[in-house]
């Protein structure tokens, strides 16, 4: 009897729990996995790629060395042009004569090949003017040293106008010069006035006993004949004006 008792007290607390509101474990939200950004890769270079940037690359880089050595090869061909020409004209002035002249410029600058052509040839003939100029001062030097009969002369200039934008006169001047010399004399209004007016005469002797001032050729003096005189008009040396005078010669004898 206490038995079926206490199983009736249980009964009401049981179904009691029965009736209590359950919750499903499939209406709950399910976990988010966390999200992770990744990059893709970029797209790598396959070996054809690569070895086309590497051609493209030299073509380039030949292509700014051959623009750098075509300015190059000009730059030489015009000093070595301006040079030939400055050595020919020393050469005739100081020998009286003309020498043999080579054809300096080329059909087009253009042409890498035919420049580097012409500037080797340039090297070559500037190098043979040079030598000339080389030899043609050792003998000025031997007659200054051992002259003979004719290898000297005494020039004095006189009455000396020079006429110019400012005109002036100038002092008389006395200088020797030995064959086949040229030389840059200054006249000058007034030596003892600072800042005088004044204007450079280059005089020549040549080999060839002529007598040139200011690239005018004076005359012809054989040495058979000591002493001359003559009056004389030369351009000035910008060509801007006319220096006058009178001029006296002397050829040394031995």
Request: proline share 5%.
């Amino acid at each position: 009897m206490r038995i079926l008792r206490t199983g009736f007290l249980f009964l009401p607390l049981l179904l009691a729990a029965c009736s209590l509101p359950t919750i499903s474990t499939s209406d709950r939200a399910p976990a988010q996995e966390p999200v992770v950004k990744t990059t893709e890769p970029s797209e790598a270079l396959t070996p054809k790629q690569t070895a086309k940037e590497a051609v493209v690359s030299n073509i380039e880089a030949s292509q700014e060395n051959n623009a750098e050595s075509h300015d190059e090869l000009l730059a030489q061909y015009k000093r070595l042009e301006l040079l030939a020409k400055q050595n020919v004209e020393e050469l005739e002035k100081r020998l009286g004569h003309s020498v043999d002249k080579k054809e300096l410029s080329i059909p087009s600058t253009d042409d890498s090949a035919l420049l580097k052509s012409k500037v080797s040839e340039l090297k070559d003939y500037t190098g043979q003017l040079t030598a000339q100029i080389v030899e043609l001062d050792q003998r000025v030097e031997q007659r200054r040293e051992h002259p003979n009969k004719g290898d000297v002369l005494q020039l004095h200039l006189s009455a000396v106008e020079v006429a110019k934008d400012r005109a002036f006169k100038a002092p008389s001047l006395v200088g020797k010069w030995v064959r086949g010399e040229s030389r840059i004399v200054k006249l000058t209004e007034n030596f003892l006035v600072e800042n005088a007016m004044s204007e450079p005469l280059n005089v020549t002797f040549t080999e060839s006993y002529q007598i040139v001032i200011n690239q005018k050729l004076i005359g012809t003096f054989a040495p058979t004949r000591s002493k001359y005189e003559l009056d004389f008009d030369a351009p000035t040396a910008d060509g801007a004006g006319e220096v006058s005078g009178t001029l006296k010669l002397r050829l040394e004898s031995e």
